[in-house]
Nanobody, 121 residues
Framework: QVQLVESGGGLVHPGGSLNLSCVASGSIGRVTAMAWYRRAPGKQRELVARTHIAGRTNYADSVKGRFTISRDNAGNTVNLRMNSLKPEDTAVYYC???????????????WGQGTQVTVSS
């Protein structure tokens, strides 16, 4: 089991910046990837950024060059630095962790409770 707690959301003006943090606890030694997703009103949840222990990092096209995902060396915190925020970035942001189960099983997904990010003038 992995527990995730997010923090750092809030209200920001367009062009501003925010930093989201997610602290993981529990079986973090089996977590192979951590990510941030978001769900905007009336839309489906989408991947924002993901980082894998093998060093692979990927971003949604809409946030490339503006957002940066990072994970600390202990592996229990993942941050999302968001710069040049736009109104369309408004959403609830969710932290996600993928736990390795076995070579023949899919990973187990865990989710945080979500943190609201609102970009508005």
């Amino acid at each position: 089991q992995v527990q995730l707690v997010e923090s750092g959301g809030g209200l920001v003006h367009p062009g501003g910046s925010l930093n989201l943090s997610c602290v993981a606890s529990g079986s973090i030694g089996r977590v192979t990837a951590m990510a941030w997703y978001r769900r905007a009103p009336g839309k489906q949840r989408e991947l924002v950024a993901r980082t894998h222990i093998a060093g692979r990092t990927n971003y949604a096209d809409s946030v490339k060059g503006r957002f940066t995902i990072s994970r600390d060396n202990a592996g229990n915190t993942v941050n999302l630095r968001m710069n040049s925020l736009k109104p369309e970035d408004t959403a609830v942001y969710y932290c996600n962790a993928e736990e390795f189960i076995s070579p023949i099983s899919p990973t187990q997904d865990y989710w945080g409770q979500g943190t609201q990010v609102t970009v508005s003038s």
